[in-house]
């Protein structure tokens, strides 16, 4: 018998950002005491939850973008910035109008940190 386990996969599209992002010193001198620590809780938060629809109820708001950034999401870092993915579910898990399902989204993929106000 086989145990199915649900967590949350977490892909990166940059392997360099992966990289940093494994390395604690590397992460602290490239982003900063605080960002890095942000990055570093975010990044638990998505590996301990199964589904998308788990970070709607923990700190940190995670939310749907808009316009140029539509099928993206962000999780708020320390103010401005925002770490940025994407569903990465092959086929894509979304609802009957085109959004999210964040039910079954069961894959996330790491895009960057960016400032989206900017």
Same mark, same amino acid.
């Given at each position: 018998?086989?145990? &199915?386990? +649900?967590?949350? #996969? #977490? ?7 992966? +990289?940093?992002? %494994? %390395?604690?010193?590397? @992460? ?6 605080? &960002? *890095? $620590?942000? #990055?570093?809780? &975010?990044? !638990?938060?998505?590996? *301990?939850? %199964?589904? @998308?629809? *788990?970070?709607?109820?923990?700190? =940190? ?5 808009? =316009?140029?950034?539509? =099928?993206?999401?962000?999780? !708020? @870092? ?14 894509? *898990?979304? $609802?009957?109008?085109?959004?999210? !399902? ?10 960057? #940190?960016?400032?989206?106000? +900017?």
């Amino acid at each position: 018998m086989q145990m &199915r386990v +649900d967590i949350l #996969i #977490i892909l990166f599209e940059d392997p360099d950002f992966r +990289d940093e992002c %494994n %390395n604690e010193k590397l @992460l602290k001198r490239r982003q900063g005491e605080l &960002r *890095a $620590k942000k #990055i570093r809780q &975010r990044l !638990d938060n998505l590996r *301990a939850a %199964n589904t @998308l629809s *788990a970070m709607k109820s923990l700190p =940190g708001r995670c939310h749907e973008l808009k =316009g140029d950034h539509h =099928g993206q999401l962000s999780l !708020d @870092l320390d103010h401005p910035w925002r770490l940025i993915f994407t569903p990465a579910d092959v086929p894509p *898990a979304l $609802k009957g109008d085109g959004g999210i !399902d964040w039910e079954n989204v069961r894959a996330v993929k790491i895009l960057r #940190i960016e400032d989206t106000h +900017d």
